[in-house]
């Protein structure tokens, strides 16, 4: 079981998607995980054949288990340590591993659902509406199960606190003791489910930030950037690209930013037992936020090798599969730096929070058309405001500082992208 | 095309992108982008189903101008009768 969270200690195997036999090669998705807070698909890390599937669908076996054992290689599967921070209650757009779980949960043939969505793609409510005429089952440990019996409990009506939303024992015993009231609320598991999840996600996001403002001394640093350069040559580009492939400015903004990141390794990387290790290469994590609420943080990997055009494509698959709950394992890896950007929200400037145990936050505001003095002229420029919050303990405000300055230059020279 | 069509033909495009989309509601003079919370890369994909649907291909200085359900309306039903008209 690979570990997809800083806070993560156990996971649920939701689904195989390889059976005894069949060959394996680095980085095939061979299964589909509940992380209590979203499905995660995830990738072999070695090449060689199925031998054996040791945990059974449904089962929740704790970080570092061993999943498969791989014939022709020594180890098992589960990438390494991986980080995935913050994630959202799932909104399948496409049937998702989520939908496709609950169907098989619900003992329903995903073929002859009616599907409601304005794609002809299967939601879960369809799911969950056709389970409705029969007993919705909640998952629901043995010891809950006796203690709701013997105590005329309505195990629909507790919410559970367990992985993926399980009842436990306790949450029974909690139930008990409330008013009798809370027994009579919604018992639809479809309910039940989103709202562990929204908790669930609120609570990483709730201890991952009190840790970096617990742990890290934050300074920041803010500095406005002319885009005028780099708009006109996206312009010119965009052009002669088909309609939908067109560059954006967040394509610009955050190649700027994983090419300065290179420039300013100081910047790069994390603080770990008291001491700054520097990072191999530029893994931009990219923070996104989602309609349904909450947020993903997705990797660029190596982003400072690519091309403008290569971030655009890379941005606007992630963000799609990010939306459809459809991420990677690798994809939730350990950024060496990350971007929030917030121009889409209409805001002027993010001052952020360090994802630790990164050591520094970019952030991009809106490009806003302002008056702006250039050559001793005024004149009317795009303009956005960058920012960054750095760790004290790593660096000191002249290397932020350069940092800055580094993604100003870069957005004056758009050609050399 | 006509401005019924037009305005269906936006109204499909819209639920695509966001499928929960409450459009009966939508005013024909509604900020698109802040109304259904479009990002630049939703936008994107907007105008590029918007140009496939139409059949023409609509450039990025028109479609800048596509704020509301009015504006992409007018600017299908004038750009289709251009396109008409060449053809």
């Not at chain 2, 005013?27 to 994909?45: H, I, K, M, Q």
């Amino acid at each position: 079981m690979p570990s997809l969270g800083a806070d993560m200690e156990e996971g649920t195997l939701l689904e195989w998607l390889v059976k005894p036999g069949d060959t394996v090669h680095r980085g095939d998705i061979v299964a589909v995980v509940d992380t209590s807070k979203s499905a995660v698909e995830v990738e072999c890390f070695d090449d060689g054949v199925i031998d054996a599937l040791l945990v059974d669908p449904g089962q929740v076996v704790p970080v570092g288990a061993v999943l498969a054992r791989i014939e022709g290689s020594a180890a098992a599967t589960g990438p390494t340590s991986t980080g995935l921070h913050v994630v959202s209650p799932v909104t399948p757009i496409a049937p998702s591993p989520l939908v496709r779980h609950r169907a098989h949960e619900l003992g329903i043939d995903l073929a002859a659902v009616h599907a409601t969505g304005a794609d002809g793609v299967v939601h879960r409510r369809d799911i969950e509406g056709l389970a409705h005429a029969g007993p919705a089952r909640a998952r629901v440990s043995p010891l809950a199960r006796r203690l709701a019996e013997a105590n005329g409990v309505n195990l629909g009506a507790v919410s559970g606190t367990g992985a993926g939303g399980a009842i436990r024992a306790d949450d029974v015993r909690q139930a008990m003791a409330a008013p009798a009231t809370s027994q009579a609320s919604e018992p639809t598991t479809s309910g039940l489910d989103a709202d562990q999840r929204a908790i669930a996600m609120r609570n990483s996001i709730a201890a991952l930030m009190s840790r970096s403002k617990r742990e890290i001394p934050h300074y920041y640093l803010s500095t406005t950037v002319d885009l005028q350069r780099t708009s006109e040559w996206m312009r010119e580009r965009n052009r002669e690209l088909p309609v939908g492939e067109r560059l954006v400015p967040s394509a610009a903004l955050l190649l700027a930013a994983a090419r300065a990141a290179r420039e300013v390794p100081e910047l790069n990387g994390h603080w770990v037992d008291g001491a700054f290790r520097p990072a191999a290469g530029v893994d931009l994590g990219l923070i996104l936020s989602l309609r349904s609420g909450g947020l993903l943080v997705p990797v660029l990997a190596a982003a400072d090798t690519l091309d403008v055009s290569q971030v655009m494509a890379l941005m606007r698959d992630l963000t799609r599969r990010a939306r459809a709950g459809r991420l990677r394992g690798s994809e939730l890896s350990q950024p060496s730096i990350s971007v929030s950007n917030l121009g889409d929200q209409g805001v002027e400037s993010v001052l952020g929070v360090i994802y630790p145990p990164q050591v520094a936050l970019i952030g991009f505001g809106a490009v806003i058309q302002r008056p702006w003095a250039v050559d001793g002229l005024l004149g009317v420029r795009p303009l956005v405001t960058v920012t960054l919050a750095a760790d004290h303990r790593a660096t000191d405000a002249a290397i932020g500082a350069r940092l800055l300055k580094t993604i100003d230059r870069i957005l004056q020279t758009p050609e050399e992208t | 095309m006509t401005p019924d069509q037009a305005r269906a033909m936006l109204e499909t495009t819209l639920r695509e992108i966001v499928p929960d989309a409450d459009l009966s509601t939508l005013a024909p003079g509604a900020d698109l982008r802040s109304t259904f919370e479009l990002d630049s890369l939703d936008f994107v994909e907007l105008v590029d189903k918007l140009s496939t649907r139409a059949g023409f291909r609509i450039e990025e200085d028109d479609a800048d101008g596509l704020r509301s359900a009015e504006a992409v309306t007018q600017f299908l039903v004038t750009r289709s009768s251009h396109v008409g008209q060449q053809a």
